[in-house]
């Protein structure tokens, strides 16, 4: 496909996915959501790709939030269409039946932090700055920032990074568990990427019930979470490879994974 905003590059079984409007600091318009969303349906259905890692074009920003020129003027109603539009792909992004990783390559504001908070894991540059701005400007996240930000990292400190605007270091935000690891600025492709591809080396029908299990899980109460894992963890004994990675170790050889 062509996108205008976006740069894709296949590395392996990894689909790099760059938010390329650098002159904007990558920040999201509705073109740009279209976009990723179009993308997101083309890679779905493509069975090349196991992974999929999110990155912004430029060395200064991941994606500095929504794009506040294109906000500014609308009304109540349209404001509305846009927060549905983002929320939508984030959800999509958030129940991809793909894994999902944040690269995380400088700020990460507003929509772009929440656009970070939608995927599965999340590895930021030392230099990042994260938070959510929005206060500043008159209004409040849209883009489930609300929402996945207090379950990711408790309500007090979600409401403290909401109410005061202020930007986080990477190191603070893994302090918070709002990313899982910083490494150096000149690192960060690298690693990120290194990850996606040992998780696409996994047998992915495991992959894809684990994240069904943490996700649809902890939507529900616990004694009901933890049923649905003793179905999915059933589920697992129906696959070739259960099978052949039990045997694989029983007779000491790698396994053999046919994803199925
Ligand atoms: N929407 C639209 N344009 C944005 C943007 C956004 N969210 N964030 C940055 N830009 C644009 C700037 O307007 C500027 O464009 P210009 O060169 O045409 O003037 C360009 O990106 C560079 O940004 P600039 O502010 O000059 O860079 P900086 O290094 O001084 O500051 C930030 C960087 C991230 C601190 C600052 O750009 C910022 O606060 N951005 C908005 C963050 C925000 O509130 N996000 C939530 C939006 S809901």
Partial sequence: MSAKNLLLKQYGEVTVITINRPDALNALNPETLKELDET????EANPATKVIMITGAGDKAFVAGGDISVMQPLNPLQARTVARQAQHLFNRIEHSTKIVLAAINGYALGGGCELALAC?????????????PEINLGIIPGWAGTQRLPRLIGKGKAKEL???????????????????KVVPDDKLF??????????????QVAVRLIKQAVDNGMEMPVDKAIDYE???FALCFATEDQKEGMAAFLEKREPNWKDC
């Fill in 40 to 43: 997101f349906s083309e890679i």
């Fill in 120 to 132: 599965d894991i999340r590895l930021a540059a030392d230099s990042a700055k994260l938070g959510q």
């Fill in 162 to 180: 909401m109410l005061t605007g202020n930007m986080i270091s990477a190191l603070q935000a893994e302090k918070l568990g709002l990313v899982n």
């Fill in 190 to 203: 690298d690693t990120t990427l290194e990850m996606a591809q040992k998780i696409a080396a996994k047998p």
């Fill in 230 to 232: 003793a179905e999915l």
